[in-house]
């Protein structure tokens, strides 16, 4: 299909410049080693043809690697910088195994390990430097050529016009968007496949246009231009959708979490390592805190309340109690709310600056909670928001979190539900590791204090 030639073009030229890039790197740890005095020489100096002369094994070892890892596999997502480099460092940890392995077992000759430490730390810089040389090269070139397919839209409705705006958008895609028409312009799609005007054709129905697919696909039916459906799963209640392929048959998953297997790797790395030091740096503020709450009313120092999470799995939240022990005995399960007299003094103040929620801490180390997410929600409540609000149980595809999107932008407390969800289901589609920095580093200028926290 022409929308993927030139992905594939970019692949292949993708792997000729990593190739390139580990070969010079081995070649320049070489001259690191034994021709400057970076690193002293003890055992004497090694001939530079030993060295070059495992280029092939290098090449060989790195080309098998990471075409067998999927780094040049066929996609047309858009990738995200980070994405990119956590594939790279993790297939050249694996072919640099593969070669010091093959290279042991192959020579006799014992080769520095002080040239392998150099290679290996300066190559994921190289290859990263690569890719971005690939990215730059392919926009000049973009610039320049006249070899861009010609594509039309055929559609209404939001799903087709985000389909419009993503083809001028895209320059990896190498399309130029032609037109954009409705189902109601039928025939001057035919008219215009049978003179041969069109490489690609985006069929983007909206709801009502699905009742006319028929009628497409007759239109449709003997044109040699690449046809592309895409199915209107822009509502609220879904996240964005992704295809799989169940044996025979391919499958649209509705309301998948964007977060695949490395992303929750690295997402429960950084919980772990941002939790251990947010306790080891609160400290002295939890051991005053938990005296406050200790002296301030009889009860306990800590509260443990039952909220929901991953996968609608629920645990109990912990929280520095700042509320009479007997608060929800005749009331039952409600809300706080402004000068509510079942808040103690030194609860108010805990929950106007979030200091309660430091325990939460804890949660995340037991791998109940995330440091970010949509915050957890108690079962009672979930039940009534659940019937009422469109795409609310989305937010439990992901652990919940001590501080979110929403906290950041303000809604959090007695404030829209709507907002927040939208907040919610937006960090959960848009999730990235810089993005849980970002909002770890906003947290304290924006979502500590609020009026609407009580």
Known sequence: MRIHKHAQLLNVFRGAIDLVAVSLCWLLAYGIRFKTDLIELTKGTDTFFRYSSLLPALVLSYGLVFVALGVYRRSLDRRRVWEEAFDLSRAHLMAFVVFVTSIYFIFDHRFSRATMAVFFVMSPFALAFGRSLVRKLNRWYLRHTQSRGRAVVVGSGPVAERMARMIRERDDWALTLDSHLDIAHLPEVRTRLNAGDVDVVFLAPSAVETTKLHTIYEVLGNTLADVFVIPDFEAPEFLAPRVMQLDSLPAIILNGSSLDSYGRILKRVFDVVFSLLALFVLSPVFALCSLAVRLSSPGP???KQERMGLDGKTFNCLKFRGMRVDAETHSGPVWASKDDNRVTAIGAFLRKTSLDEIPQFWNVLRGEMSVVGPRPERPFFVDQFRHNMPGYMLRH????????WAQINGWRGNTSLEKRIECDLWYIQNWSL??????????????????NAY
Request: net charge positive; glycine share 10%; hydrophobic share 50%.
């Open 301 to 303: 120092v800590f509260y």
């Open 397 to 404: 595809k992901v652990k919940a979190g001590i501080t979110g």
């Open 434 to 451: 810089w993005l849980d920095f970002k909002i770890c580093a906003l947290t304290p200028l924006k979502g500590f204090i609020h009026p």
